[in-house]
């Protein structure tokens, strides 16, 4: 790589570097035939522990935990690093090949639900929970997540502490914005208990595995003091608030392979009760 880099007038890929190298391409489509497992539970998650899947585990957990049984899932892993969203079966649920993906089976036929933020809307409004005071209010800070993220994960997250060379311009721009982000959020969370006002909702459930992972310092090592992330008290006092809840504990272990408490894959309470959680 050089500093001095232009760009050609029409791009050609070469080899990827870095950490996720090897799932990098530029096109779509699966790469191998292989179905996708299904278990007895009437949803099926296909996922992997990251912020992203921790969102969808853990609206199902509160949402059992809320009393709703319809809500059982199983979550089958999906290790990115090895290809698995790249298999025929997955890109039929997901054409985009990205984690997590939803078969909800509890009609006539499957119904697939991609996106984190449309998994989390489809099931809110399938069993009337964690919808927020105002709907309006709920999916405005919804989708400011969705956008938002991206900036986090593979903007920040990615210069800061994965790509194979630190670029300081890359990562004061990012760094930049997700200041800028934190401030909103510690702004709003100064003006109300929760997110999307006093009920805690699916907007919270986007925001915490991102903003509240960052801010308790449990992703990408060092950012938490990078960002000074102490310093935005009301967003700590939020991130905590929600890390103290029994279904967060549990939703967020599942389809983890990183971290000291692992639940590779969830066929029943069963599996995280052994957890002690």
């Known amino acids: 790589m050089s500093d001095d880099y232009t760009p050609p007038r029409v791009w050609t890929p070469k080899p990827a570097e870095g950490r996720f190298a090897s799932i990098n391409r530029p096109v779509a489509g699966p790469t191998h035939d292989k179905e996708l497992p299904v278990g007895g539970h009437p949803f099926q998650l296909y996922s992997l522990g990251t912020p992203n899947g921790q ?8 949402l059992l935990a809320a009393g709703h049984g319809g809500a059982d899932y199983d979550a089958w892993l999906i290790d990115i690093m090895e290809g698995d969203q790249f298999s025929s079966g997955f890109v039929e649920v997901n054409p985009n090949s990205k984690i997590p993906a939803l078969l909800d089976r509890t009609g006539p036929k499957p119904v697939r639900v991609f996106e984190s933020g449309a998994i989390l809307l489809h099931l809110a409004e399938k069993f009337g929970a964690f919808l927020g005071t105002s709907r309006a209010e709920t999916l405005s800070w919804l989708f400011w997540q969705m956008g938002s993220a991206p ?8 210069f800061f502490a994965y790509a194979p060379r630190k670029i300081e311009y890359a990562i ?3 760094t930049m914005e997700v200041k800028r982000q934190m401030d909103v959020l510690d702004r709003r969370l100064a003006e109300s208990r929760f997110v999307a006002g006093n009920d805690y909702s699916i907007t919270d459930i986007a925001l915490w595995p991102w903003y509240g992972g960052v801010a308790l310092g449990r992703t990408y090592e060092g950012a938490s003091e990078f960002l000074d992330a102490n310093s935005y008290r009301n967003l700590i ?4 608030e929600i890390d103290a809840r029994p279904a967060v504990k549990r939703g967020r272990v599942v389809n983890a392979t ?8 969830r066929h029943s309470a069963a599996d995280l009760d052994a957890l002690g959680l």
Do not use: M, N, P, S
């Open 55 to 62: 969102k969808v585990t853990i609206l199902f957990e509160e």
């Open 151 to 158: 900036l986090l994960g593979g903007g920040f997250g990615h």
């Open 172 to 174: 004061d721009r990012y």
């Open 237 to 240: 006092r939020w991130a905590e």
């Open 258 to 265: 990183r971290g000291d408490v692992q639940l590779r894959e």
